[in-house]
């Protein structure tokens, strides 16, 4: 029974190119949440979406920030032109659709922009 | 929003030793939840809180929620180095689904 998987674990970008970050979530949950943690700071909402929904967004910068949870396949996260202070660890999370019982955390892709 | 204060930010402590981190929030909580960070990982679920005044335990970590529902506290009984780690608690943000906001956490150290 596989846990949220993310991958990848860790991520070099230039500034200027684009970061994708895939989260495949834990069997028979269908929610999908988002969540950035900046260096020495907590974890902070991004997003949380639903089988071809977002539902609330209202973590996510306005700009060069998307995601996505298609009927097929994982949650994607995207950044284009990544600058450094977007360097960090991002981390998704999983929940069964009853919504009780607490998150299950996937690993985490770290991103780092040089 | 909720928002989350834990103190201490960190804490250092001697192996053997008992500890409490705290949650305070600013808003009735609807549904706290603990979480362990080590290191450079993902989070690990330990606890969940839903009712004034409930208390749970596992292991030798024991989590409570007042009954007005605007604090918790972890409590870590006879300490060991497998439980240093970042603490975190999370607050369901009563949106009717599961958005949790976190607290800044607490930095765990025990020392042998």
């Known amino acids: 029974n596989a846990g949220v998987m993310q991958n990848p674990r860790h991520l070099v970008r230039r500034r200027g190119q684009e970061a994708r970050l895939r989260c495949s979530p834990m069997?028979?949950?269908?929610?999908v949440y988002w969540y950035r943690q900046l260096p020495e700071e907590g974890l902070k909402f991004m997003v949380y979406l639903q089988k071809e929904n977002i539902i609330d967004e209202s973590g996510m910068p306005k700009e060069r920030f998307s995601a996505e949870f298609p009927k097929e396949g994982p949650s994607i996260l995207r950044i284009q032109q990544v600058v450094r202070g977007d360097s960090a660890a991002y981390f998704c999370?999983?929940?069964?659709?009853?919504?009780?019982?607490?998150?299950?955390f996937g690993s985490g892709t770290r991103l780092t922009v040089v | 929003s909720q928002e989350l204060e834990q103190s201490p930010q960190s804490l250092i402590v001697q192996e053997g030793k008992n500890l409490t981190i705290n949650c305070t929030s600013s808003k009735t909580l609807y549904g706290l939840y603990w979480y362990k960070q080590k290191y450079g990982e993902g989070l690990i679920f330990l606890m969940m809180?839903?009712?004034?005044?409930e208390e749970k335990s596992h292991e030798k970590i024991t989590a409570k929620l007042d009954e007005k529902k605007q604090q918790s506290s972890l409590h870590i009984t006879a300490s060991q180095p497998s439980h240093a780690g970042i603490y975190l608690c999370g607050a369901d943000d009563s949106g009717g689904y599961q958005k949790v906001t976190f607290g800044t956490g607490t930095k765990l150290q025990v020392i042998p």
């Open positions: 999370a999983s929940s069964p659709p009853e919504g009780v019982g607490g998150y299950t």
């Open positions: 809180l839903q009712k004034g005044g």
């Open positions: 069997k028979g949950h269908s929610h």
